[in-house]
């Protein structure tokens, strides 16, 4: 909830003097704070100099809590390093100001008073067993300032009076990213307002497969080979051009945007874990899009636990493997050739252990006969959003894989190399959470704009004008987070943390962009007709994929707390 702060009858400037001296000095603070609540949550949850799993679950509340206090500290790092370049860039402008004193003024009241996990889970110092005495490190005269004058009404209302200002600009104040990202930023953007924002609503409507001369036309742009290295016939590009291609697509449609996230993680696997022959022989494929991958792991009543998959995987005379099980969730199912599938080649084992990885070939189906592939079968599984490419849940009777696709061709390190995939999937996933919300951005100026109540436009009161605001600075915040943590691995930097705390926060982003952006848009939000209703659809899954908001939490919490 942003928060005033000051009497409205004041005179005072919008932007505070010496912005960047009081963020540079708020930081540190909180960041002390969170040094104590990890020693605080060890002692909860630690036994015999080790974390337990157990307290773990026991003091839940407590240690994800945790992980949202480090995401919000790597948020606020993260911001003023980005206005510190952006300044030396010449590109510190007053927009870019009001974004950097907002997300400060919002995130610092929000550390003391209560961080919103969720729209319905608030986490308070105390719940960390966090004293009253030990949160007077954030009572310094810089976060004073910036608590109850940096999130005002009135600067609130002069971020949206720039936006629109500056309407023709692809993003709300500079990003800080070179101009070659910028470049390709721009293209993808083109593209998507020509071929995916006319269509996508229908899409999503009738429940339709994207075309495959959208497939097509991103092949051509390179979009499947992105990051595959050139000598396999990829772009060869970083992990941030991804995110700016995920983020400008998502942007469009999230089905769009998705596209390419199964390729990404197909070639991830193969990079990591596949051998030579394997590397040479499909990244090429994945990369021209003549081969398209879909990834199957998730289980009936598994879920997140991936370590107790029972599908199976039973390597016969010649060398090759018979697969029965179950499989559901999976995406982009149908048309796709290959599939990324984890069963169990240890029937001895019941944890992740005994998981091996298989490099699956199928053949694509059609409308009539979506599986055809002998010992596979398959349903739709009806969504609320994220349809273009649909969900389906899978059987396999002694489905035959060749011994040849066992990826890597050793069994037992299924889980190790999907694992290694967990990163990128995640930074991707950030990416694309960052295009649905300036999506419901882009949507709902509009609406403010053009819909007219008690004389004027929606855009002029300020509780409208709030919302619009605090979405363009909560964007802007999860892409300095989603981007920090893309250039971590393009530098071959662990950065599991840094890439959870981005998909943890940018999911919660895009749903309040959209919750906010139906808000906005009053009764014709709920109508179908009104595409703000398919954001919110789209925007939810957010949350739950590719790690679900409590599990990605818990991962950030165990490893900070070693």
């Not at 290959?338 to 080649?345: D, E, G, H, N, Q």
Request: glycine content about 10%; hydrophobic content about 40%.
């Amino acid at each position: 909830m942003a928060h005033d702060g000051q009497d409205l009858g004041m005179t005072q400037a919008v932007i505070l003097d010496d912005l960047l001296t009081l963020t540079g000095a708020a930081v540190a603070p909180v960041e002390a704070l969170l040094e104590t609540a990890k020693d605080r949550l060890r002692g909860l949850v630690g036994t015999d100099g080790r974390v337990s799993a157990r307290l773990v679950e026991e003091h839940q509340t407590a240690t994800h809590g945790l992980a949202w206090l480090a995401t919000y500290a790597q948020s606020l790092r993260e911001m003023h390093k980005w206005a510190v370049a952006i300044k030396a860039d010449g590109k510190f402008g007053e927009i870019e100001q009001l974004i950097l004193q907002i997300t400060f003024g919002e995130y610092l009241w929000q550390v003391y008073g209560g961080i919103q996990m969720n729209q319905g889970e608030v986490l308070r110092l105390q719940d960390m067993g966090l004293s009253q005495d030990d949160m007077r490190t954030m009572m310094q005269p810089e976060i004073q300032t910036l608590t109850q004058h940096g999130n005002t009404q009135a600067a609130r209302v002069r971020l949206v009076e720039l936006m629109q200002e500056r309407s023709a600009e692809v993003t709300v104040g500079a990003t800080g990213l070179d101009d070659e990202l910028e470049m390709i930023r721009e293209q993808f953007r083109r593209y998507a307002v020509e071929k995916v924002e006319p269509f996508a609503h229908d899409w999503h409507l009738k429940d339709e497969l994207i075309p495959m001369e959208v497939i097509e036309e991103l092949a051509e742009m390179g979009v499947f080979g992105l990051t595959i290295p050139e000598e396999y016939g990829g772009l060869g590009l970083s992990k941030a051009s991804m995110c700016v291609v995920s983020e400008e697509l998502s942007r469009g449609y999230i089905g769009v945007g998705s596209l390419g996230t199964r390729s990404e993680i197909a070639a991830e696997l193969i990079i990591a874990g596949g051998t030579d022959a394997q590397k040479e022989k499909w990244l090429p494929r994945l990369a021209s899009a003549e081969t398209l991958p879909t990834a199957v792991f998730t289980e009936p009543n598994t879920g997140s636990d991936l370590g107790s998959l029972r599908t199976r995987a039973v390597k016969d005379e010649n060398g090759d493997y018979k697969v029965t099980g179950n499989k559901t969730w999976i995406t982009h199912a149908t048309r796709t050739q290959i599939m990324t599938l984890m069963a169990r080649t240890d029937p001895e084992t019941d944890n992740y252990k005994g998981l091996s990885m298989f490099l699956a070939e199928k053949t694509p189906g059609t409308e009539e006969n979506p599986f055809p592939t002998e010992g596979m079968t398959g349903g739709e599984i009806e969504v609320l959003g994220y349809r273009g490419m649909k969900e389906y849940e899978l059987g396999f009777d002694n489905f035959h894989v060749k011994g040849e696709n066992l990826l890597g061709g050793e069994e037992g390190k299924g889980f190790k190399q999907l694992m290694e995939t967990f990163e990128s999937a995640r930074i991707q996933t950030a990416a694309r959470a960052i295009g649905v919300a300036q999506s419901a951005l882009d949507l709902s100026m509009q609406y403010a704009i053009d819909r007219k109540q008690f004389g004027k436009s929606l855009i002029n009161f300020p509780r409208v004008a709030n919302k619009l605001a605090m979405m363009a600075v909560e964007i802007m915040v999860a892409r300095q987070l989603t981007y920090f943590s893309a250039f971590e691995k393009d530098e071959g930097r662990r950065c599991d943390v840094e890439a959870g705390m981005a998909k943890l926060l940018g999911a919660r982003v895009a749903w309040a962009a959209a919750d906010n952006g139906l808000q906005i848009h009053g009764g014709n939000g709920f109508a179908l007709e009104y595409k703000i209703s398919r954001v919110l659809c789209d925007a939810r899954i957010l949350n739950i994929f590719e790690g679900a908001a409590e599990i990605q939490a818990q991962v950030i919490a165990r490893r900070l707390l070693g």
